[in-house]
Structure formats: structure tokens, C-alpha cells
């Protein structure tokens, strides 16, 4: 457009900010009037596609709501507002055309998966009946789709290191956008409608457990909040690298995941405090490490673009037959964290009561369901994705394929030795976990002696906090 012109109605998804967002900054100077719009989907509270789990649980419900809050309060602040709809986002467009009139334009970011895809599908013929333009972006990552050197995604490289060699070598990282201060209004006699609660979903709001590892609220605030605490308050980023594998507490990783999920803080903005960061304090291998987290998300979202829906295959990317296993007494021992070993019962209890689990856990239970309990890789995907507050499709398949040797895995027979990952990470999240509130009257523990031999004794629970101080043993066999 050569001029401000009619309504632009931004859809927003998993862009839910007002910083760095293409949406709105191409909006704000090609139309009159912005309808900033968020859609409550209800195909996100169905059942999952292959075990009938729902979609969406208790923690990722309540982060989006709180979400969706914080933004709204942050465009009245710059003189718009969030319209809120519950429908499919088709169909609550359809009805906004029709309504207002003066509509001109439908703006959103692109997706990767099949049902985001077809979203947009929709939202398209629906554009196309009534006349509206319709103008899309890409940013969700922190590298651009049209800026890597695999042109057509076809030639995306199928294993990491050589997708993060590359881009490292030579591709740039766009700037952030800069926003208007204040934006332009809402279309007149449009009302912003109200933003649903737990209960209009069914679901009753989850209980903050005090073990959690990631008390903060959802929303684009507690994001740039996040950001600036761990990074200028605190230097923790400066030692990223050496504490990302920890278990319990707040501060061992940047736990930027949650919000990154939805949208709330841009890849690019990360990107930016950490290069001043590195200008103005130090640059070392743990503030690489961040940029090198931020790649492998890119990385899952590029490889999502490239196998489309081959990435929910049971035969995964490499169309390998594997037996897999459907127990589903199996899956409920595993979920439940029952299974008898502790590292991984710890962990899942953890899911369970927090909506959150450290990447190590992720890594250590996965493996364990597809190569010890041989259990279908969807089973732990859907149920990560009903049960995570950072749920990102492409991550959580992503790395659940690779955990299954099945996907971007160089080496497809990759398996954890649960007792020696609990012995080199536990970090006492056994304790945490399942050694809590008299749940039980003792122990096994595990002794390691100079030469690496290990002996097994059973401890009362009197005793277990005493032994753990010593930092001598860990926990790997069931509490009884």
C-alpha cells in the first residue's frame, strides 16, 4: 500500500508481544485502524492425534491465559488493545470481515506444522471470498527463513552440526524491528471481548508447587523481566555452560523456553542482549552456548518446514521399521513416575506437579521409554505436549524423533545409562521428588567406589537428608 488505508486485523499466535513483531510494525503503517486479535482455537483442547490425550493441560492453559493478559495490558499502555474471540480463527476473521466492513487486510506470522498450516490455508479462502489482502512474515526464528544458505529447504542438512556450521560461516542475524511507542486505534464500535478463565476450558487452576524449577508467570513482562535478571542483575549467563545440565531451582538454565514457546520474548531480542552483553561485560563459552540453544530450536522449526507431517511418523524422518511397544500399563508406570528408577520417576513427577522438567530430565525419559521400555515415541510426545508449559511442536517432535533414533540423531543407537546419568546429574532432584513428606519410611542408595565398582544399601528416611549433604552418593533405586 502507498498509503495508511482501511483495517488490518493481526492475527496473533505464537507471537504474543509487542516487541520485535512484524505483525504489528506492518500493520501500524498500512492501515487506519490495528485489530491485534488472539483466537481461543478450540482444536487446541481435542484429544491428540494417536493416544486421545488432551492437548492442552493445566500449566500450558493457565501461562497462555496469563499470556494473553499480559499482552492486552501492554497495547492498552501504547493506545490499542487485544481483541479476544473463542473460536477457530477462520471463522472469528469470516465473522470480523463481515462485521466492520472496512477491513483490508489479514496480517499473521507463518508457521511450520500441519495444523497451523491449515489455519492459514483457511484464513485464505476466506480472504480471497471477501476481497481482503492478505500479508504474511516469518519470525519465529532467530535466523530467517529466506537468509539460509539450504535453498530450498530440501537441502537442510540432516544432521545439526553441519546446519549450525554453515550459518555460523556466513548468514546474519536480522536486526530487531523497532516499535511505535504508540499504536493505531482499534476499528470504531469494536468491542475487545473478554479473556477466558480455566474454568470456561474445564480445567481448574493448578497449584504453584513450592519444588517448582519454574515459578514465573506467563506473559511478554515476565519475559524481558527474565531476560534482564539473568543476564545484568545476576551474570548467571556468564556461566551457562557450566550449570545448564543442573535439575532443581530457578537459575541453572536461562528458562527463556516458556516464553519463547509463545512468543513472548523474540530470538532476535536474546540475540541482541547477548552481544551487548559480550561487548560490555565478557564473551566466553557460556554466552555462546545460549546462541547455540536458540540454533537447535531454529534448527527443529527448519527440519519441520523441510519433512512436514513425516516429524508425527511412527516410522519417523528415516522410515525405519522398529517394533515399537503400546502398553499402555508401561505408559502409565512411566508418566506416573513408577517405574522403579528414580532419576527418571523424579523427573516425571516433576512434569507432573510443575508443567516443567530440565532439558537433562527430558533427554534421560525419553530414552528410557524408547529404548528400555521399547514404548511408541508418540506415547512421551503427546504426553509432553498435554503437560508442558514450554510445549513448541517442533521442539517436542523434534527432539522425541531424535530420542528414538528416528530422526537428526547422527547416531541412531544413542542410549543413556540411567544409573550413570543419576550418578553424574541428579543433583538430589531424587530427594526433591520422591523422598517428600513422609511419602515414604526409606531408600536405596547408591555408594561408588574409587574404581567406579557401586554397592546398593538401603538407608531410613531419618538418614537420607544426612547421607545427602555429604555429596557422596546419589539415589538410584526406587524409595520403598
Known amino acids: 500500500m502507498s498509503r495508511a488505508a482501511g483495517t488490518a486485523i493481526c492475527l496473533l499466535r505464537c507471537d504474543l508481544r509487542a516487541h520485535d513483531n512484524q ?45 494473553v493478559k499480559d499482552l492486552r495490558e501492554t497495547l492498552k499502555r501504547k493506545g490499542s488493545t487485544l481483541v479476544v474471540r473463542k473460536g477457530k480463527p ?41 476481497g481482503v489482502q492478505i500479508h504474511t512474515f516469518w519470525g519465529s526464528t532467530l535466523y ?14 540432516d544432521v545439526y552440526t553441519h546446519f549450525r556450521r554453515a550459518l555460523e560461516c556466513g548468514a546474519k542475524v536480522r536486526p530487531t524491528l523497532r516499535m511505535p511507542d504508540l499504536l493505531k486505534p482499534l476499528a470504531p464500535g469494536l468491542e475487545e471481548g473478554n479473556i477466558p478463565t480455566m474454568e470456561d476450558f474445564g480445567q481448574k487452576d493448578p497449584v504453584t508447587d513450592p519444588r517448582t524449577a519454574f515459578p514465573c508467570s ?16 545476576t551474570n548467571l549467563v556468564a556461566s551457562y555452560k557450566e550449570t545448564r545440565n543442573g535439575l532443581v531451582g530457578m537459575d541453572y538454565s536461562t528458562k527463556f523456553a516458556p516464553w519463547l514457546a509463545l512468543g513472548c520474548i523474540s530470538p532476535r531480542h536474546i540475540y541482541e542482549q547477548i552481544q551487548k552483553y559480550e561487548r560490555e561485560r565478557t564473551a566466553n563459552q557460556s554466552t555462546y552456548w545460549v546462541l547455540f540453544e536458540l540454533l537447535w ?56 506437579a510443575t508443567g516443567f522438567m530440565s532439558n537433562r530430565g527430558r533427554q534421560n525419559v525419553a530414552s528410557f521409554l524408547t529404548k528400555d521400555l521399547g514404548l511408541d515415541w508418540r506415547m512421551g510426545a503427546e504426553w509432553f505436549e498435554y503437560l508442558l508449559v514450554d510445549y513448541d511442536v517442533c521442539s517436542n517432535y523434534g527432539n522425541w524423533l531424535y530420542s528414538a533414533g528416528i530422526g537428526n540423531d547422527p547416531r541412531d543407537s544413542r542410549k543413556f545409562n540411567m ?11 531424587s530427594l526433591v521428588w520422591l523422598f517428600h513428606k513422609d511419602e515414604c519410611c526409606g531408600g536405596h542408595v547408591v555408594f561408588s567406589g574409587s574404581r567406579g565398582d557401586q554397592c546398593a544399601l538401603w538407608i531410613p528416611k531419618q538418614f537420607l537428608c544426612l547421607l545427602a549433604k555429604s555429596g557422596r552418593f546419589l539415589l538410584a533405586c526406587r524409595a520403598v
Open 23 to 67: 505483525v504489528l510494525h506492518w500493520a501500524q503503517h498500512n492501515a487506519d485502524f490495528v485489530v491485534p486479535l488472539y483466537c481461543f482455537d478450540p482444536r487446541h483442547h481435542l484429544g491428540t492425534h494417536c493416544y486421545g490425550l488432551p492437548k492442552t493441560g493445566p500449566h500450558r492453559l493457565r501461562f497462555l491465559l496469563e499470556s
Open 90 to 130: 477462520e471463522d472469528v476473521v469470516r465473522d470480523l470481515i463481515t462485521q466492520l466492513g472496512s477491513v483490508t487486510a489479514v496480517v499473521f506470522h507463518e508457521e511450520a506444522t500441519q495444523e497451523e498450516l491449515d489455519v492459514e490455508k483457511g484464513l485464505c479462502q476466506v480472504c480471497r471470498q471477501h
Open 144 to 157: 530467517h527463513r529466506d537468509d539460509l544458505p539450504f535453498r530450498p529447504i530440501d537441502r537442510l542438512p
Open 419 to 429: 544409573i550413570k546419568q543419576g550418578l553424574d546429574y541428579d543433583g538430589n532432584v
Open 218 to 233: 506467563g506473559g511478554e513482562t515476565q519475559a524481558l523481566m527474565r531476560l534482564q535478571y539473568y543476564f545484568w542483575d
Open 297 to 352: 530450536r531454529d534448527y527443529f522449526r527448519f527440519v519441520a518446514l523441510k519433512y512436514g507431517r513425516r516429524i508425527f511418523s511412527l516410522k519417523g524422518l528415516q522410515s525405519k521399521e522398529i517394533p515399537w511397544k503400546k502398553d499402555l500399563q508401561l505408559f502409565e508406570r512411566w508418566k506416573e513416575g513408577r517405574t522403579g528408577v528414580p532419576f527418571v520417576d523424579a523427573n516425571m513427577r516433576e512434569l507432573s
